[in-house]
């Protein structure tokens, strides 16, 4: 057999530290109880993002499962899941009896729907607990103990399941398995104002369109730069695009954050810029990217700030959009809020002829960057004449049309990529 148990979980969500810390801290209770050894080892899933599940998941003898949204939505980790509850599935029509060899805990609750085949297996551990799952309760510090006794709990639960493993599975079995769930098997959602199926927007991301460019003009600083701005600089590194403002429940970049999204709307090409008042002009502003501009609001304190937006303004680069990054998670932020909101309107921000976004969550930046490539396309087409109606003829779009419009537009990008 292989490892004692093996930890899947959905690697797009950014939790990679705190599920390894909690990976290792479920090991160290099975050692603490059983001695270490071989026959105690764990193993996590690999960060980067595979075709087929791991190949641990096809000898491991218990598998640990931590649901959240992205999970459910995902691919790999549906395959993972499948291909361990048909190995417990072969053993129950061998023996007649199923073994208890998957263990499952909510990492995140936030849009959570468990499918129907997971919740027919009487597998999670039901600990009593409010918030958002095993990861807010590691991030509490006042939640301790609560997050220790689900520690020991699991680790009591994957020993027991250590016990009776399911039969080991060849990788050519593990492909003829099918997904239970995961995006493949997800149902469009019904639309009860609009009339016929729901068709692909005017200039959305097909194989024709499949060498559409964009680029991050990071307005960002590093952790020496920022101390003179600021109290906390935990979220800075020592270049502008180590920023990680969504700590401490994300510990992805601004940049990587763009970059997932980007790419599930069909984006093959993303450079990513950090523009300096004294510096030559990056060369990646040109006018054939959508050019998305991420802001620091902190920096509007800098004195170079004024001088460096000017020069943003009068590029001849294709400003989509610009956001403001205001995390929800940052106190120092979310306490000078006002204060930062009133500092950008007595800036040039306002210059660009360019739709204005705050984002306060990762989640957030990454639906934005979704609507601002649907818009941008859409914005093209019009441009062209994609859209344009008969001559004579006068169009006036209602709210209610309008929203009917941007949810069309949006969800035919995101069919063509893994969702945000």
């Given at each position: 057999m292989g490892p004692l148990f093996f930890t899947s979980y959905a690697s797009s969500t950014g939790d990679r530290g705190p599920v390894q810390r909690f990976h290792v801290d479920v090991q160290n209770e099975i050692c603490s109880v059983l001695g270490r050894g071989p026959s105690t080892e764990g193993r996590l899933k690999h960060p980067e993002p595979a075709s087929g599940p791991d190949a641990a998941v096809l000898d491991c003898r218990a598998l640990l499962v931590l649901y959240s949204a992205e999970?459910?939505?995902?691919?790999?980790?549906?395959?993972?899941?499948?291909?361990?509850a048909e190995r417990m599935d072969?053993?129950?029509?061998?023996?007649?009896?199923?073994?208890?060899?998957?263990?499952?805990?909510?990492?995140?609750?936030?849009a959570l729907v468990l499918p129907r085949p997971v919740t027919a297996i009487p597998h999670i551990v039901d600990e009593v607990y409010q918030g958002p799952g095993v990861l807010c309760l590691q991030q509490d510090p006042r939640s301790r103990d609560q997050y220790r006794r689900i520690v020991r709990r699991v680790a009591a639960r994957l020993m027991r399941a250590a016990e009776g493993p399911p039969p080991v599975m060849s990788e050519a079995e593990s492909r003829a398995?099918?997904?239970?769930?995961?995006?493949?098997?997800?149902?469009?959602?019904?639309?009860?104002?609009?009339?016929?199926?729901?068709?692909?927007p005017p200039g959305a991301a097909t194989p024709d369109h499949a060498g559409r460019r964009m680029t991050l003009l990071l307005v960002a600083g590093t952790s020496d730069r920022m101390r003179?701005?600021?109290?906390?600089?935990?979220?800075?590194?020592?270049?502008?695009?180590?920023?990680?403002?969504?700590?401490?429940?994300?510990?992805?970049?601004?940049?990587?954050?763009?970059?997932?999204?980007?790419?599930?709307?069909?984006v093959d090409s993303l450079a990513v810029a950090v523009p300096e008042p004294d510096e030559p002009w990056p060369e990646e502003l040109d006018e054939s990217a959508t050019v998305l501009v991420v802001v620091d609001p902190w920096l509007t304190d800098d004195p170079a700030f004024r001088a460096l937006w000017e020069r943003i303004v009068r590029s001849r680069a294709r400003i989509a959009a610009v956001v403001v990054v205001l995390a929800r998670a940052d106190e120092e932020s979310t306490a000078h809020a006002i204060r930062l909101r009133e500092a950008l309107c007595r800036t040039p921000t306002r210059m660009l002829n360019a739709a204005h976004h705050e984002a306060g969550s990762r989640e957030a930046l990454a639906h934005i960057v979704v609507a601002v490539m649907a818009d941008s396309v859409t914005d093209s087409a019009h441009e062209t004449g994609g859209t344009?109606?008969?001559?004579?003829?006068?169009?006036?779009?209602?709210?209610?049309?309008?929203r009917v419009r941007k949810q069309r537009e949006r969800v035919g990008w995101l069919r063509h990529g893994a969702k945000p």
């Amino acid at each position: 057999m292989g490892p004692l148990f093996f930890t899947s979980y959905a690697s797009s969500t950014g939790d990679r530290g705190p599920v390894q810390r909690f990976h290792v801290d479920v090991q160290n209770e099975i050692c603490s109880v059983l001695g270490r050894g071989p026959s105690t080892e764990g193993r996590l899933k690999h960060p980067e993002p595979a075709s087929g599940p791991d190949a641990a998941v096809l000898d491991c003898r218990a598998l640990l499962v931590l649901y959240s949204a992205e999970y459910v939505d995902d691919a790999q980790c549906a395959s993972e899941w499948s291909v361990f509850a048909e190995r417990m599935d072969r053993c129950m029509r061998r023996t007649g009896m199923r073994p208890d060899s998957l263990v499952g805990v909510v990492w995140r609750s936030d849009a959570l729907v468990l499918p129907r085949p997971v919740t027919a297996i009487p597998h999670i551990v039901d600990e009593v607990y409010q918030g958002p799952g095993v990861l807010c309760l590691q991030q509490d510090p006042r939640s301790r103990d609560q997050y220790r006794r689900i520690v020991r709990r699991v680790a009591a639960r994957l020993m027991r399941a250590a016990e009776g493993p399911p039969p080991v599975m060849s990788e050519a079995e593990s492909r003829a398995v099918p997904p239970q769930f995961g995006p493949s098997r997800a149902m469009r959602p019904k639309r009860r104002d609009v009339a016929g199926p729901l068709s692909d927007p005017p200039g959305a991301a097909t194989p024709d369109h499949a060498g559409r460019r964009m680029t991050l003009l990071l307005v960002a600083g590093t952790s020496d730069r920022m101390r003179r701005l600021r109290d906390h600089v935990d979220y800075y590194g020592d270049h502008a695009k180590e920023w990680r403002p969504f700590l401490p429940h994300h510990d992805e970049t601004v940049p990587s954050t763009v970059g997932y999204a980007a790419r599930a709307c069909g984006v093959d090409s993303l450079a990513v810029a950090v523009p300096e008042p004294d510096e030559p002009w990056p060369e990646e502003l040109d006018e054939s990217a959508t050019v998305l501009v991420v802001v620091d609001p902190w920096l509007t304190d800098d004195p170079a700030f004024r001088a460096l937006w000017e020069r943003i303004v009068r590029s001849r680069a294709r400003i989509a959009a610009v956001v403001v990054v205001l995390a929800r998670a940052d106190e120092e932020s979310t306490a000078h809020a006002i204060r930062l909101r009133e500092a950008l309107c007595r800036t040039p921000t306002r210059m660009l002829n360019a739709a204005h976004h705050e984002a306060g969550s990762r989640e957030a930046l990454a639906h934005i960057v979704v609507a601002v490539m649907a818009d941008s396309v859409t914005d093209s087409a019009h441009e062209t004449g994609g859209t344009q109606g008969k001559a004579g003829e006068l169009t006036i779009e209602s709210p209610a049309e309008r929203r009917v419009r941007k949810q069309r537009e949006r969800v035919g990008w995101l069919r063509h990529g893994a969702k945000p």
